[in-house]
């Protein structure tokens, strides 16, 4: 479908600005399911700018068919993957070997990478909730605050669920965008990894020196992880270094000639599909069949795995309804021009509208779809390089904490989070 030709810019502003209002009022105030308050707006962004009706309903099916065809398969084999790996203790055996190496005294930059880690394919909610207790063990066996552990726990995934894929977030932007999700993951765990520092073991050391929260009480009288039933370390590191070095090596092969005779077959075990396929058939036999799971057992848990995976699909295909609509209307070119015209970089005004998303709606899969679609209706993309408001409340429950102290935790662990990692990908935008 070809952009609607108007020279009344005026208008197409005032729709979209009106269409984004629209959809924020009806998440905030009527609370409306993002959903259908994206939908909603979108539609309203293509009516206000006087696109014929055909091309409205034209852009919808636009949006949805070629977002979906992009992430759909990623996002339901990332979730069945990320299962087998929370159901065989594999995040725990991650959490407690990096601990005792990194030992006590540094166990909050252990806490940090394995959130980090393990957020990559399992969502952050069931990371949280599978990893605290030995954030609480620890504050336990060394007297101090739970924040002293807590806090880089929360960072490290809060970075991984937000910056590197196979997690929907980023996935659902590089299809967007039409980047290249090797170098998002490349640029993702080095952005991620400055962000987590800053967030995690530097902030959470800060949080549980002025915050002493004990260990709650019915967590203190819990006995400690049983090692001796988890996976082996290095089986767990091996199954998800599976997908990400098969899209890294797909992604280095198109940029290096010596790679040039094997790079039709790294395109195909590198296609993220198929990379994950394999590492989800590897996890189903070495954290499966090999720790005493039968068939029926394992079915049970993937399909379990997909229940979350329909909203998230559906907020996502919205999001590509939203940025067709913006850009058949015309209006990408019209951002793009005045975003040139102010000279400012595009990393910054993606992370601006991102941020304004973020913190009015608190969905980070949300955020990064609405930004996504409205940047990416903008002309001249292919050249750019890559760069939970209910989180809130599951880690107040979890911690013991009252509002007060979460807010003041949690919310500048997530504006360090985003902040650290925007510096650091506008700084390397002025290079790419």
Known sequence: MTAVATPDAARLVFAAVAGLILLLILIIKFKVHAMISILIGAVGIGLMAGMPLSDIIGSVNEGIGNTLKGIALLVGLGSMFGAILE?????????????????????????????????????????????I?????????????????????????????????PTPGPVLVASMLGVDLGWVILIGIFCGIFA????????????????????????????????????????????IMIPLLLIIANSVAKVVPALAGIQP??????????ALLLATIAAMYLLGTRHGYNNAQLEKIMTKSLEPTGMILLVTACGGVLRYMLQNSGLGDVIGNAVANASLPLVLVAFIVAALVRISVGSATVAMTMAA??????????????????????????????????LKTWTIMETLVGGVGFLVALVISFFA
Not at 147 to 158: D, E, S, T
Not at 197 to 221: F, L, R, T
Not at 226 to 234: A, H, I, Q, V, Y
Not at 265 to 274: D, I, K, N
Request: charged share 15%; proline share 6%.
């Open 265 to 274: 077959v790294l395109a195909f075990l590198g296609e993220p599909f198929m």
């Open 196 to 239: 987590m520092i800053a967030a995690g073991p530097i902030w959470g050391s800060i949080c549980g020196k002025k915050y002493m929260v004990e260990v709650p009480e019915h967590i203190a009288q819990q006995a400690d992880i049983d090692e001796s039933k988890l996976p082996k370390f290095g089986t767990i590191v091996g199954i």
């Open 373 to 406: 679609g409205i940047i990416s209706a903008m002309p001249g993309l292919s050249e750019l390089s890559p760069l939970y408001l209910a989180c809130v409340w599951l880690v107040k429950s979890l911690v013991g904490m009252d509002e007060k102290t979460t």
């Open 133 to 165: 207790p030995l954030a609480f063990s620890l504050a336990k066996r060394t007297k101090r605050s739970v924040l002293y552990y807590v806090i880089p726990l929360l960072a490290g995934l809060a970075v991984g669920h937000a910056f590197i894929p």
């Open 87 to 131: 159901e065989s203790g594999g995040a725990q055996t991650l959490a407690v070997t990096m601990v005792r190496k990194f030992g006590d005294e540094k166990a909050a930059w252990a806490l940090g990478i394995t959130g980090l880690v393990v957020a990559m394919p399992v969502f952050f909610d069931a990371g949280l909730i599978i990893l």
